[in-house]
């Protein structure tokens, strides 16, 4: 074979053997076997030879051209082959792995109960209402009928706060959601149906009391409602949430000044065994009672046109009764270990509940 057509087979060879990817290998066949490639263009001198020259150069080429065609080919079935090892290798999936899963965050209970109240009044047609925590005495004591030397106003229960301006009173943090109702019933006319849950704060800290709380209250306002009313209401409440459907209620008489008559609402336990609905116990859960007129007063709506009914009871104990959980302050040490424990899926089915 000529020299110079041993040099480029020689160097083809190479050019073959280092070209690893896809792309390497299109540039040596093209470099060589393509319309401008050195061999084809070899091919194409050949009409500048002698007739004789021309024979013997043209068999070589055309050998030289099937050889060097013929490995190139080879070389492309080895790149492929290359390419699917590399990336069966890469895309392996271990299927005997333990999964890694990704780690998940849990509703915390307090945040859970509210959810499931707020879905269980609302099918009793109850929307929710908000309201400031920092509030006036005013919406906190005085239009809810709470005589000014009540001792809920004592410096012992109450946060008291800088007034908003020099010419107003002292402020408090809320030290319960009964202001909403206030509230509600100055910026919505009648009929009214809230729940407004919420934070609430009182100077107090042991077992079973914290300086930060949380409280639902709720108010029916409309022209013919009656403690009935009242009754059906709370214990369809109470018998879903703990979700027991012959869960004993009692109403007891009880003294609220924003309401008359008042009633404190137990639920029917075993102090013993703690289970709730059995044994001869009661234990208290809600405050309630029929608006006092006198609040209604206070709000602009005329007593004789309108009545209501309206309670008010704690989350945390209705979150501890329900779960199991023994210390209120464990809600708020936010401890991993506890918030693993009592904490709840995001997607847990809370629709669910109490859907009798
Ligand atoms: N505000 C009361 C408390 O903090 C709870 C309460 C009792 C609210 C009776 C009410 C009610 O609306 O009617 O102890």
Known sequence: MANDLEAL?????????????????????VGVLGRSGKLTMLL????????????????????????????VEQRGKEIEELALQSRLEAERVDVTRPPVLAPQGLIHPISRTIEEMTILF????????????????????????TPDHHPARTEQDTFYLPPA????????????TSGVQIRTMLTQSPPIRIIAPGRTYRADHDATHSPMFHQCEGLVIDRDVT????????????????????????FRPSYFPFTEPSMEVDI????????????????????????????????GLDPSEWQGFAFGMGIE???????????????????LRWLRHYGFPVLSDIAAMGGR
């Open 165 to 176: 301006n020099d010419d107003s009173e002292a402020q408090v943090l809320r030290t319960q």
């Open 9 to 29: 087979r020689h160097e083809t060879l190479q050019a073959l053997k280092e070209a690893v990817t896809r792309s390497e290998w299109d540039a040596v066949r």
């Open 317 to 335: 104990r209705l979150a501890m009764l329900k779960n199991g959980i023994a210390d209120l302050r464990s809600f708020y040490e936010s401890d």
């Open 227 to 250: 403690l009935g009313h009242l009754k059906y209401c709370l214990i369809e409440f109470l018998r879903a949430f703990f979700d027991k459907p012959d869960l004993p209620v009692r």
């Open 122 to 145: 609302a099918k009793m047609g109850f929307n929710v209402a908000e309201g400031p925590d920092i509030e006036t005495q005013w919406h906190n004591f005085s239009a809810l009928n």
């Open 268 to 299: 029917g336990w075993s102090r013993q065994s703690g289970e709730l609905g059995a044994g001869a116990d009661w234990l208290e859960v809600l405050g309630s009672g029929m608006v006092n007129p006198r609040v209604l007063a206070n709000c």
């Open 44 to 71: 194409r001198q050949l009409g500048q030879c002698s007739p004789e020259e021309r024979k013997a150069r043209g068999q070589e080429l055309n050998r030289l051209r099937d050889e060097l065609t013929s490995l």
